[in-house]
């Protein structure tokens, strides 16, 4: 018998006429055969007689192509997922319990590379601009960070401006497994004081996460050229309980993301519009607020498929200068599964609703005092 290394699927032999018994076996080592941590799937034959639920008994033996046939003696068993028969002869002992939720392996995974993290705590702006990098969580104690005071120099992680342009932006790079932390009760805040950079960017990284941060130009608000949050060439990346505010561009320009998910946060008073999203997939943007924005087209997204806003308030934005100048709430091109279901749409003032009939499926939206001067649709 061979172990199908796509399946974990290993297969349990006994001497005597047999029916399948189904389960998901623990990782554990046995007379030399390992079991991996993940969850396998393992096929019993037994002695065909009743099988109770509970502690039984079977006489067995476990192979693989690599080793050959080998004894086992315990094995734990997590779940039985199908069962019939009765057994004799004990050989060694199977304990059935419920069978693991949804996403157990995945939050197992989380759990094995939290402990591979360190932890870093940074108190300063250069402090933290030291602490980016790979496999760790910084942890900012409460206050305010100051980009702008930063000095700019050569560092692994950190790079100053968006290639190939020489801006004060902050861009992280080329991170993995990286958790970046607000302490306390309160949004932790970062600021730049340059009106034309990002406040922070991030390119070629995965598994990012940002956490309880509240990200902005300070200290006055005016007309910036630069966006808040920009992503660029990201995996599973994060944004939890965060608040992005203008006068930023757009609260988010997100390029060539793949796993983007928004949620609990807010992004308000930004000059262009809410965010751009541009060859982007899989992105979740899950009880979030996004308000008072102006003043060209709200969200627009380009090139990507699947974006889902789910129980989300879009609220008292302003999508077009003025009457001479419409814009669109949504402007959605060339992408596709693009939904809002639940939450709000209210106050929000404009040229159209969307660019494109279709373009986005709404579902359970509460809709009220929206003002599109040009009506619904651009085109049907």
């Known amino acids: ?44 034959f037994v002695t065909p007689r009743d099988l109770p639920p509970g502690k039984y008994t079977v006489t067995a033996a476990l192979s693989n192509q690599a080793d050959g046939v080998r004894s086992v003696n315990p094995v734990k068993v997590e779940a039985v997922t199908a069962w019939k028969g009765k057994v004799s002869a ?22 094995e590379k939290e402990k591979e993290r360190k932890v870093v705590e940074v108190k ?50 080329n991170v993995s497994n990286m958790t970046v932390r607000g302490l306390g009760e309160k949004r932790v805040r970062i600021i730049v004081e340059e009106q034309y950079a990002r406040v922070l960017n991030f390119e070629d990284v995965k598994g990012v996460t940002l956490e309880n941060l509240e990200l902005g130009h300070a200290p006055k608000p005016g007309f910036c050229t630069g966006s808040v949050l920009g992503l660029t060439r990201a995996t599973d990346f994060i944004v939890r309980n965060c608040d992005l505010f203008g006068c930023g561009t757009y609260g988010l320009e997100a390029e060539k993301v793949a796993g983007l998910t928004v949620t609990g946060s807010v992004i308000r008073d930004c000059t262009y519009g809410i965010m751009i999203l541009n060859g982007c997939e899989r992105t979740v943007f899950e009880k979030s607020t996004f308000s008072k924005n102006r003043e060209f087209d709200a969200i627009e997204v380009r090139d990507s498929a699947k974006v889902e806003f789910r129980d989300c308030r879009i609220e008292d934005n302003v999508a077009g200068k003025d009457a001479d100048f419409p814009c669109r709430l949504f402007k959605v091109v060339s992408s596709s599964d693009v939904t809002m279901t639940g939450g709000t749409l209210r106050r929000n003032r ?31």
């Open 1 to 44: 018998m061979s172990t199908d290394a796509r399946n974990r699927r290993l297969r349990v032999l006994t001497a005597a006429g047999c029916l399948v018994l189904g389960v998901l076996l623990a990782g554990s080592a046995h007379g030399g055969f390992t079991a991996m941590p993940l969850t396998a799937e393992l096929d019993l």
């Open 124 to 173: 300063t702006a250069e402090e933290l601009v030291q602490a980016f990098g790979p496999d760790r969580e910084v942890r900012l104690a409460a206050g305010e960070y100051n980009l702008a005071k930063l000095k700019q120099r050569k560092m692994e992680f950190v790079r100053w401006g968006i290639a190939p342009a020489d801006d004060d932006t902050l861009t992280v790079r």
């Open 350 to 380: 404009g040229g159209w609703l969307l660019n494109r009939k279709g373009g986005v499926t709404f579902k359970d939206i509460d809709s009220a005092e929206n003002k599109f001067s040009e009506g619904e649709f651009e085109k049907e």
């Open 90 to 111: 004990p050989a060694f002992t199977m304990e059935t319990a419920a069978a693991p939720p949804d996403g157990h392996e995945e939050k197992e995974k989380e759990k």
